[in-house]
């Protein structure tokens, strides 16, 4: 197929139909606490653009079977739903309890997000084998130093080899590891001692992802695992899979193509458009699109053609874990996160929407037909009708090409900026990013042993690392930066990713200027070292840099990672990657605060598994707090607790 039959524009009945409904809106403020976010929304319902608000709200009152995950439709004598009310049906048609059907519906949840991280993670890895051939342009390695640990870690011969060499066998080790036949992870080698055996004592060490996730599948099958604890090992086997499997792979290897992240200084919020120049947003997830989309965007022949229709130059800017991934390495400018990726539409001054995978709302071609924004698909993997679709294969030349193809047809949209419709929000706030466990470590003078020691000596309590999504069930931002706050203001460093990062950033609360807020300990040591107390450490895989970090302070102390006073929290979340991460965040020991509830109330062995029974095994557990303030609470209780402990 020659390049011009790839680009596919569908015309959709709903482009250029904007949604003129009269609709019942919750008063801005409820919404979001998000200064640009709420101006936006105001335009929204003045020039009636329906946004995920309203239709989470037309939504009301949501399923409560599905609230509670107690519908199942897993096999064709159902669907089936447990009633809780008395007269209700309490089994299946083929006999599985609410124990079953929540159990094994939580478990398809984790297959999903362990999935959605791991394939992002292949791609990753496919990419450095093609990058190790020479068969594809415009990638090539960039940080050879990790590329060398990483070969040693995996018990490659590094010495006389080329870096390519080193590459291509490095690629091929970690493709063999989404379907191991060894049994284990060579990533595993980083956790404790203690915890490792924990897994294997329990039947949990991860095997390769595509394995754990067809046992998912399978397992939940009518009539395969019926007894609910076995289903939910087998929930946190495959989680573990993901995090110190497919995300970790994800991190890693990106870091290798696109070189590690390293501190740096850049701005997020709507405020980064701009009113004179040709703005492209890059959504997604995968760094393999964003990287070279950004790097085509400054050549001097589009520079050239961005000027002949008036612009004055060509804006690339991020948005999601996409954002994260260019701001981590290149310092380009985040629009937004999650709830924001209509309202940049909103704002008539995006020329084009450049997406690939994951966190894409299909409403976006909708929002789209109402503005002169350009939304294009690149992934074979997700399409969309009505949006332009340019295949961007990492292969040959074609994804520079591709690149170069979506700068263009972003510029000569420029022209099509209707100025009566534009709006961008004053709203723009600088921030420190580039956070990762290498960068940690040299801020600290080599290694993290003085982090260690701050911890051990009480500066610093304990760290927190708060990630996830947005929810229009949860005042957008709110519950991040309010959770935020209240940590650092008790002495405890926190950590973030994924869109919780974009809402601290917006927030200010990642500018050194932030430690003005946190208790004297933390605060004295931000000013110490210039920092904020507030770390973006990336995108959501990189959680993995957190796991990685935690196993080393345990591995540094002699202890579990259990021991350890640290925390996860996911206040906003919504995607069933975060599911994924929250359990082998509990089965890596780590105690883990929700502010959103699963579904799994119609199960109270279920709940009690998950929230207290899993404690006695793990050393770790669920909790859910909606209340940020409540919820940092719970979790400075949990962090003396620990301590305690340790005697520190
Ligand atoms: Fe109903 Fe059982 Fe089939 Fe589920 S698996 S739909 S509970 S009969
Ligand atoms: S992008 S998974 S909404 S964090 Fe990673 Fe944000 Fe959640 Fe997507």
């Known amino acids: 197929m020659d390049r011009d039959d790839n680009i596919k524009e569908q015309k959709h009945p709903l482009w250029n139909a904007c949604i003129q409904k009269e609709i019942e809106r919750k008063p801005v403020a409820e919404r979001s606490s998000d200064p640009a976010s709420q101006l936006l929304l105001e335009k929204a319902s003045r020039e009636g653009i329906e946004t995920a608000w309203d239709r989470y709200e037309a939504q009301n009152p949501q399923c409560g079977f599905g609230e509670l995950g107690l519908c199942c439709r897993n096999c064709l004598m159902g669907p089936c739903r447990i009633d809780p009310l008395e007269n209700g049906p309490k089994k299946g048609v083929c006999g599985a309890t609410s124990d079953i059907i929540v159990a094994r519906n939580l478990l398809r949840m984790i297959a999903a997000g362990a999935a959605a991280h791991s394939d992002h993670g292949r791609d990753v890895v496919e990419v450095l084998y093609l990058t190790s051939q020479g068969k594809i342009a415009g990638y090539a390695i960039k940080d050879e130093k990790k590329l060398k640990a990483l070969a040693t870690e995996f018990g490659l011969e590094v010495q006389g080899k080329s870096p390519e060499e080193i590459a291509r066998q490095l690629a091929e080790a970690i493709l063999d590891e989404f379907g191991t036949r060894k049994g284990y992870l060579q990533f595993l080698s980083r956790v404790p001692q203690k915890r490792r055996n924990l897994w294997e004592t329990v039947g949990i060490t991860p095997r390769g992802i595509d394995r754990e996730i067809v046992e998912i599948m399978h397992r939940t099958h009518i009539g395969v695992d019926n007894d609910y604890v076995n289903l939910m090992l087998q929930g946190l086997r495959a989680s573990l899979s993901d995090g110190w499997g497919g995300s970790m792979a994800a991190t890693e290897l990106s870091d290798v193509l696109f070189g590690s992240p390293q501190i740096k200084t850049c701005q997020s919020n709507l405020g980064v458009l701009k009113a004179d120049e040709v703005n492209i947003i890059l959504h997604g997830h995968e760094p393999l699109l964003s990287e070279i989309v950004s790097q085509v965007a400054t050549e001097p022949e589009l520079l050239a053609l961005a000027k002949e229709v008036g612009a004055k130059g060509i804006n690339c800017l991020g948005m999601c874990c996409t954002g994260n991934e260019i701001l981590m390495r290149r310092g ?233 006073p640290l925390a996860g929290a996911a206040p906003e979340y919504m995607s069933e990657k975060a599911i994924s991460i929250g359990a082998y965040v509990v089965a890596s020991g780590i105690f883990v605060l929700l502010g959103v509830v699963p579904p799994i109330l119609g199960s109270q062995n279920v709940t009690h598994l998950l929230s207290q029974g899993v404690e006695k095994v793990m050393g770790a557990r669920f909790a859910v707090e909606p209340d940020p303030i409540a919820g940092a609470k719970l979790i400075s209780e949990h962090i003396e607790a620990k301590r305690k402990v340790l005697g520190i």
């Not at 940690?440 to 000596?457: D, N, T």
């Not at 610093?460 to 930066?481: E, L, M, S, Y």
């Not at 935020?484 to 460093?493: Q, V, W």
């Not at 040591?525 to 895989?541: A, D």
């Open 332 to 564: 380009l400018p985040v629009a937004g996160n999650f709830l924001q990726q209509e309202l940049a539409i909103i704002t008539g001054a995006v020329e084009a929407m450049v997406v690939d995978v994951q966190c894409i709302m299909p409403s976006l071609t909708t929002v789209a037909g109402c503005y002169h924004t350009k939304i294009i698909s690149t992934s074979a993997k997700a399409k969309f009708p009505a949006a332009l679709h340019i295949d961007f294969h990492e292969k040959g030349d074609q994804a520079l090409q591709a690149a170069r193809q979506i700068v263009r047809l972003a510029v000569l949209n420029y022209p099509n900026r209707q100025q009566q419709k534009v709006c961008i929000p004053e709203n723009r706030m600088e921030f420190m990013a580039g956070f990762s466990k290498e960068a940690i470590a040299e801020a600290l003078g080599g290694s993290l042993g003085p982090l260690i020691e701050v911890i051990k000596s009480g500066t610093i309590r304990g760290i927190v690392a708060i990630v996830g999504c947005n929810n229009p069930k949860v005042k957008q931002d709110f519950a991040h930066t309010t959770l935020a706050k209240e940590l650092i203001g008790k002495d405890i460093l926190v950590v973030e990713t994924g869109c919780a990062a974009i809402a601290c950033a917006k927030a200010g609360l990642m500018r050194p200027e932030a430690a003005a807020q946190a208790g004297p300990g933390l605060s004295a040591l931000c000013r110490q070292l210039g920092i904020p107390p507030v770390l973006h450490m990336g995108s959501c895989v990189d959680i993995s840099r957190i796991m990685s970090l935690a196993a080393e302070a345990a591995n540094a102390l002699g202890v579990d990672i259990s021991d350890l």
